[in-house]
């Protein structure tokens, strides 16, 4: 049973960055997407940057330049990392880190740009940017 674990939110003053971290439990599978969503307030679930088991990367248009998705899949915990920098209001939100295990990385690259693509989910971690 795969358990995902978000830490790393916190406050900070726009402008400033945090690192969010997630970590996969009961991970057994070669082949992952891994993605950051956030949902603010009264809004729908968007996703943020995503990451696939052979490292390949992608990111919301709003955050390109600005944030940054890794991991270190080389020891037998997943852990995907969001560096966020030059953090503005529209940030805030809970982030949630999702996972979803697929045949082959080259099918997150084709797709699973959507929360529904993803069924594994953690608790969520708030980021708050105050202007």
């Known amino acids: 049973q795969v358990h995902l674990v978000e830490s790393g939110g916190g406050s900070v003053q726009a402008g400033g960055s945090l690192r969010l971290s997630c970590a996969a439990y009961g991970y057994a599978y070669i082949s992952y997407c891994m993605g950051w969503f956030r949902q603010a307030p009264g809004n729908e679930r968007e996703g943020v940057a995503a990451i696939d088991s052979d490292g390949s990367t992608r990111y919301a248009d709003s955050v390109k330049g600005r944030f940054t998705i890794s991991q270190d899949n080389a020891k037998s915990t997943l852990t995907v990392y969001l560096e966020m920098n030059n953090l503005n209001t529209e940030d805030t939100g809970m982030y949630y880190c999702?996972?979803?295990?697929?045949?082959?990385?080259?099918?997150?690259?084709?797709?699973?740009?959507?929360?529904?693509?993803?069924?594994?989910w953690g608790q969520g971690t708030r980021v708050t940017v105050s202007a």
């Open positions: 999702a996972l979803a295990l697929v045949p082959a990385a080259r099918y997150c690259r084709a797709g699973y740009e959507r929360s529904t693509d993803y069924n594994h």
